[in-house]
Structures are given as structure tokens and as C-alpha cells.
């Protein structure tokens, strides 16, 4: 497939030629389920964009039964900034309704494919995205990312994943999951085009209060490979990791080695505290977002006799039973007698993780991670939530402190399936996320 740095180049003719080319593809490639919906009217290069950030005039579903009939009356951020770059959205990727899981299953639209082994999930929840880039039925992507959704995904389809720092890129139009942790990021098949795709959706926005307004540079324009770097890495982090993420691990840190970065071993606390902080702080804000979605403003509502039935039955029946689970969970550490021992908590626990990760960038530029325990698991093979939630161990941390990090394909395992690991930055450090990225991809493809 085209690369998005390619793409760029074409002229109208051209773009009209890949855009008919890539409706075939996607159309052979149909048992996939990337894609939600697909819309080939816009002018420029095809982006296939995660069904949960409003593109004007187009549906967005979140996956989920609630949203059914709903159209956004405007454009996210990101969707403005894509068309003064020439990039048009083409299609609307599937995912975890409303971004709530880790393997797309949870869709009401069906759960995706993973290319590379149809019997294993694509990763999620920007799984539709991840999917299509794999499949080659998309050039780039655009992904949001709570607690692993863009860099898992991108991990088990081996395609490359990018979280921004959390303020980096405007959340606005974007449907809220956990407002303090939700950052969009590109979805790509190299590093370098990521770098292309961040710099375009970038930059400070007064629509979004938790926007940073702070300098920004154009990475792209800087890549530096040859950059030389202290790289940490976690060996209490990687020994609970299974044996084909270990071996990948040492993969990346000879290439790093190879490369000239100075590898040095560093601790974080153990990542339960992570599970628990996220998973209390996630479900708490998703109650009270999701609390908008009543049968009167959005979408789908249920037939009833009265206004309060009205309310019970449009979202008992609109929602699917995680994201019950989720708001319920979340009421519960919010209410009265429970917001000390669990949210305030919580919230603790997160400064301290905050704090430790900046400790560690005292004396490291960059940190190498995995992003999941194993390699794409099949369908069905999680057995209860909590197990689905423990997948999430080694991603979620980077968004409780807020930071940079990229997924990108290190490995594959005996099976032919990919193996990604993690990049991770200090605050706003894009620059050096990228650089490190871009060396490690080109020593592993030398
Ligand atoms: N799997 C995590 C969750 O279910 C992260 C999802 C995400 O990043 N949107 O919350």
C-alpha cells in the first residue's frame, strides 16, 4: 500500500484512481468488519477515521446501538486540521462500543477480524483501524487512545500506533470516554508517516479546555534518526510477559544497542496499581459522560409510556452490557460513602505514578516497554472482564501520567504474528519519541 508520505504527492486524477482502487479492496475484504461505513465524496487523500470522533454531516455509531440514526452537526479538531492537509475522511473504522475494551469484540456492529490470523482479535479498541491498515485497506488512520487503544491494536496487527501527549491534540468532537486520559493519535504503517499525521492533527485548540497551549515544532520536518539516546528499560515490568514478548524485548534492545542508544535498566512500581487506578478513574468519568446519552439528545430512543421509562428502556436497551458494566462500576466508586475509598484513592495512586515516571526521565530520555502480555489472543478466549482488564497492565500507565508513546511491529513470533513494543517520552518530548522510533525501525529493517 501507498504510504501516506506518497499519498501526499498525488495529484486529483491520481487521488480519484487509489480512492476507486481502495473501495475494491475493501469490498474483497468485507469479512474483515473494519470498516462501519464508507463515504468516498471528499476531495483529498483517503484517512480512515475510528467511528467515535463527528466528522460533519456522517454518522458516527461508537459501536453502539445508542448512537443508531445519529449524524454530527460538525467537524472534531482533528477532522478541520486533516482537510487544510489535504487528507479527506473515506471510511469509519470499527471498535469497542464507545471505546470500552481491549479487542473490538464489544461492537455492536460485529466484532473485526485480525488479517494476520482470523481466529485472533485485531487488539482494541481502535481495532477497525488497526484492521484496515494491516489489510492494507486504508493508508493511515486516525485512533483514540484511553488506556492502550491505538498502541495495542497496533501491536497485535503490526502496524505502527502513536498516543500524543495527553493535551497535544484537541479532543474536541471527539466522544468522551475518560476525559483526563482520551488522546487521538495516528495509526500508520511506518514511523515515519506517523510523525507526517501528528504534526497535522497537533496544536493548541480553544474548543478543548485540556488543550496545552505550548510551542510546537513540526517533527517531521526534524526526524533525526541518528540521535543518541539513554534508553530505560523495566525488567520487573518484562518478566510477567510472555516468552514471545521477552524474546522481541531483547530484539529491540540489541538493535537500540546496535544503533548507539545506551541501554539502562530503571524500576517502576508494580503495574497492578496501574490496573486499579485506571480502571476506578476510567469508569468514573465514562458514567458521568455517558450519562448524555438519554433517548431525547443522540440517536436511538425506545418506545415507552412515560418519560422515566423512557429513560430506562432507551439505555438498558441501547447499551451493551460492558459499557452497563462500566457506568455502573463508575457510579458506584463516585457515590457517597465510596468516592473516598475508591476515587479519591485512586487519584493518589495516580500522582504517585505520575511521579515515578518522572523520576525515571531524570535519568533516561526514553523508555522501552512492552505494550501487551502476549501476542493477539483468540476470540472469546478472555473468560471474565477483569481478565480483559489486566491485558491493558503494561499501556495504561502512560495515560494516568499522561505521556507520549508509540507501538511499533519489533517481532513475529513462531506463528507469523506480530510482536510490537513501546516507546515511551517525557511530556511533549514528541520530538525524541520519534527519533528513537525511527532508529529502532530502521536498524530492525536493515
Ligand atoms: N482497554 C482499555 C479500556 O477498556 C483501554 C481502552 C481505550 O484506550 N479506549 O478501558
Known sequence: MITLKEALKLDKGELKELKKDLKKKIE???????????????DGVPIAIKDNIQVDGW??????????????????????????????????????????????????????????????????????????????????????DTGGSIRQPAAFCGIVGMKPTYGRVSRYGLAAYGSSLDQIGPMTQNVEDAALLYDIISGYDPKDSTSANVKKELVSQNLNPKRKFKIGVVPNYIKDASKDIQKAY???????????????????????????????????????????????????????????????????EGFGEEVKRRILLGTFVLSSGYYDAYYIKAQKVRSLIKDEYKKVFESVDLILSPVAPTVAFEFGSKKSPLEMYLSDVYTIGVNLAGLPAISLPVD??????????????????????????LSLERTLNR
Open 250 to 316: 531483547d530484539k529491540a534492545i540489541d538493535a537500540l544497542k546496535e544503533a548507539g542508544h545506551e541501554i539502562k535498566e530503571v524500576s517502576l512500581m508494580d503495574a497492578k496499581y496501574d490496573i486499579a487506578a485506571y480502571y476506578i478513574t476510567a469508569m468514573a468519568e465514562a458514567s458521568t459522560n455517558l450519562s448524555r446519552y438519554d433517548g431525547v439528545r443522540y440517536g436511538f430512543r425506545a418506545e415507552a409510556k412515560n418519560l422515566k421509562e423512557m429513560y430506562q428502556k432507551t439505555r438498558s
Open 412 to 437: 513475529e513470533n513462531s506463528e507469523g504474528l506480530p510482536v510490537g513494543l513501546q516507546l515511551i517520552a517525557n511530556h511533549f518530548d514528541e520530538q525524541t519519541l520519534f527519533d528513537g522510533a
Open 59 to 144: 454518522s458516527v455509531t461508537c459501536a453502539s446501538k445508542i448512537l443508531q440514526g445519529y449524524v454530527a452537526p460538525y467537524n472534531a479538531t482533528v477532522i478541520e486540521k486533516l482537510k487544510e492537509a489535504n487528507l479527506a475522511p473515506f471510511g469509519r473504522t470499527n471498535m469497542d462500543e464507545f471505546a470500552m475494551g481491549s479487542s473490538t469484540e464489544t461492537s455492536y456492529y460485529g466484532k473485526t477480524l485480525n488479517p494476520k490470523d482470523f481466529s485472533r482479535v485485531p487488539g482494541g479498541s481502535s481495532g477497525g483501524s488497526a484492521a484496515a491498515i494491516a489489510a492494507k485497506i486504508a493508508i493511515v488512520a486516525l485512533g483514540s
Open 28 to 42: 474483497e475484504k468485507k469479512e474483515l468488519n473494519a470498516y462501519i461505513s464508507l463515504d468516498e465524496s471528499w
